[in-house]
């Protein structure tokens, strides 16, 4: 009975967080356990091989394919697969697996400097640095200035890194085990000048490099080229991912370049990764009134970028849901930095507390669209037998609860 009582309140207790977009609930362990021990993070990190995950996007996607790829090794693999992703998700997704030799920690930016230090882990994977959302445009800058110095002083950790991104290769070029991966960059618009001296980057089929001083994009040992995967031997493998999109075709290379560092071989991490088809909710198609209806999370002007590129092609028609409450960042104008035309041809739908802020970008971009109230009224006017769904943070997390959130 009391055992009962307890899984339900940690069930209320998981949903409400779950609605508050904080997590899966296990946070509030971990908020606890830090109060109580200030160094829990690193005492549960001790004799832990530990992989760090961080980015602007597709942390928790990279995070779930290197937890698949290391389950080659047959060990336990602790990992915060619901993306509480501060200090104090992490400490309860260790703490509920304790004898796990193998953690992959998704990281918050902001936090990465500070959770190095404390986990000292194995190897960092850095993805990509663009703008969340406006009101932190500023911040990546110093982000990555951050994460060059706790590199710098972390002379045991390899860092995986994607060379496509300037600012992710100027953070970490600090470290003194690089190894680069092509892993491509969709998003442009936060990185046009040079960090080391400031000046405009070019950009050819190369990549790019300074116009002024030696800053350029390394040599890499991994490359995502098409629907393939060049690995570090030059071996060229099909990827032929369950889920789809180039953005987690190129999570998927780096997956497979960290678990190498473990000594396994792609042969047998691809298979693993083939197997993944939802994170979290997203991918996941679920029936709603007969039809299909799929969810895709895009929370800032790149997330939107990669989430066109996942859709079915025109004329499948897409449902658009932007909210702007705390975890979407409440100023709505990055909406105006992405740009809509590849919609034109397709029935659209705008959804979400900022519904109208959406439909005003949409019509400078000449797409017609369609105001609705919700998910269902959308589906209600769908003819063919799918629609796919782009939601940022908390319309994603409303649109699961409506559809009833089945993986
Ligand atoms: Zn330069």
Not at 108 to 136: G, H, I
Request: proline share 4%; net charge neutral.
């Amino acid at each position: 009975m009391r055992a009962r009582l307890a899984t339900t309140l940690g069930g209320a207790a998981g949903t409400m967080s779950r609605l508050a977009g904080r997590g899966d609930g296990s946070v509030i362990g971990g908020v606890i356990g830090l109060r109580v021990e200030p160094d829990l993070l690193a005492l549960l990190s001790v004799d832990r091989q530990i992989v760090l995950v961080t980015g602007t996007n597709g942390k928790t996607t990279t995070t779930r394919l290197i937890t698949a790829a290391l389950g080659a090794l047959g060990q336990d693999v602790a990992t915060n697969a619901f993306g509480a992703n501060m200090e104090a998700g992490l400490a309860a997704a260790l703490g509920k697996a304790p004898d796990a030799p193998l953690a992959v920690l998704e990281v918050d930016e902001r936090y990465l400097p500070r959770v190095l230090k404390a986990t000292k882990p194995r190897v960092v994977t850095l993805l990509n640095l663009s703008r969340d959302q406006m009101d932190r445009a500023a911040e990546i800058w110093l982000v990555a200035r951050r994460w060059r110095e706790a590199l710098a002083a972390a002379p045991d950790c390899w860092v995986v890194a994607n060379a496509d991104d300037p600012l992710i290769t100027w953070a970490a070029s600090s470290a003194a085990h690089v190894i680069w991966v092509a892993a491509g960059q969709r998003w442009h618009e936060d990185s046009w000048c040079c960090a080391e001296c400031g000046s405009h980057l070019l950009r050819d089929e190369l990549g790019w490099r300074c116009g002024e001083c030696s800053f350029q994009r390394p040599a890499t040992r991994w490359v995502l080229e098409g629907g393939s995967v060049i690995d570090s031997a030059g071996r060229i493998s099909d990827l032929s991912l369950t889920l789809p999109g180039r953005a987690n075709r190129s999570n998927a290379v780096v997956a497979l370049a960290v678990a190498e560092v473990f000594g396994v071989d792609p042969a047998h991490a691809l298979p693993r990764l083939r197997e993944v088809a939802s994170i979290a909710g997203r991918y996941t198609r679920l029936e709603r009134r007969g039809r299909q209806v799929r969810l895709l999370l895009a929370k800032n002007p790149a997330g939107w970028l990669e989430a066109f590129d996942v859709l079915e092609p025109a004329p499948a028609p897409v449902l658009l849901a932007v909210n702007a409450q705390g975890p979407d960042g409440k100023d709505t104008s990055w909406l105006w930095d992405v740009d809509y035309r590849v919609l034109r041809g397709r029935p659209v739908f705008v959804a979400g507390e900022r519904r109208l802020d959406l439909a005003v970008r949409l019509e400078a971009d000449q797409v017609t669209f369609e105001l609705v109230d919700g998910v269902d009224n959308a589906v209600d006017q769908v003819s063919g037998p799918s629609l796919d769904v782009i939601a940022n943070y908390t319309a994603f997390q409303h649109i699961r609860v409506t559809l009833g959130r089945a993986e």
